[in-house]
């Protein structure tokens, strides 16, 4: 899977340099290696290490969503405001469900619409360090909506159960309490939100992407 997103990444013009956090067996050309540790926020400052000392915004990707394309993420970058400190994508449940019918995804009912997070996010490189202690709890939270929502208090909780909190106050809320000014980016491409966790997601892929396995590797110089 993560050659997928590699293969994305190194074909889209937005990108200048790639950094994975992950085994040695996926070194390859063009590639920054850093080590894995033993939690997800900390792969995100491993991740970071790899960024140039110039940098001043990185996208984060994870290595399972392996339809991620080129389109996909130059959308993302292109609508991504760069007057935040994260942009993070949120695509309707229409949206994911039109293109992977059948799916299982984690949804959250907002003022605007029903919506997935997205497995990706566009953030500035000062701002990520700072996010380090309340961010561990909320993703470990991210898969239950209404834990992620007592996090940042019963009020927050109490327009989502009634589907009136909108994506503005929840942008607002949120970055109070991680204390960074952020976006969510209404999207429209599955891709970045359907990952594969399950074995019917592998099953999918492996349907969509090509059941020859040696695809997952075809073209790269895995050493």
């Known amino acids: 899977m993560a050659l997928w997103v590699l293969e994305a990444l190194k074909a889209s013009p937005s990108i200048t340099s790639i950094g994975l956090v992950g085994p040695e067996s996926l070194r390859s050309d063009q590639v920054v290696m850093a080590s894995m540790v033993g939690d997800l926020f900390g792969n995100v400052l491993q991740g970071l290490t790899t960024a140039p000392r110039d940098a001043e915004a990185v996208l984060f990707v ?3 969503i392996p339809w991620l394309t080129v389109p996909v993420i130059e959308t993302f970058l292109e609508n991504a405001p760069r007057d935040v400190d994260v ?3 949120i695509i309707p449940k229409h949206i994911a469900e039109a293109r992977f019918p059948g799916t299982k995804r984690t949804y959250v009912r907002l003022k605007e619409g029903v919506f997935t997070g997205g ?5 500035r490189v000062d701002a990520v360090p700072r996010l380090q202690e ?3 709890v909320l993703l470990r939270h991210r898969k239950s909506p209404l834990t992620l929502a007592r996090d940042v208090g019963p009020g927050l909780l109490l327009r989502l159960l009634l589907g009136q909190l909108s994506v503005r106050q929840a942008e607002v809320r949120v970055g109070r309490i991680l ?3 952020g976006r969510a980016l209404i999207f429209p491409y599955a891709e970045a939100g359907v990952d ?5 997601d592998l099953a999918l892929a492996e349907r969509e992407l090509g059941g020859n396995h040696q695809a997952f590797g075809q073209g790269w110089d895995i050493s």
């Open 134 to 136: 309340r961010a561990q």
């Open 87 to 89: 942009v993070y994508p």
């Open 196 to 200: 594969v966790d399950k074995p019917e």
């Open 119 to 123: 497995n990706l996010f566009l953030a």
């Open 179 to 181: 204390n960074i000014t």
């Open 62 to 64: 994870t290595s399972d």
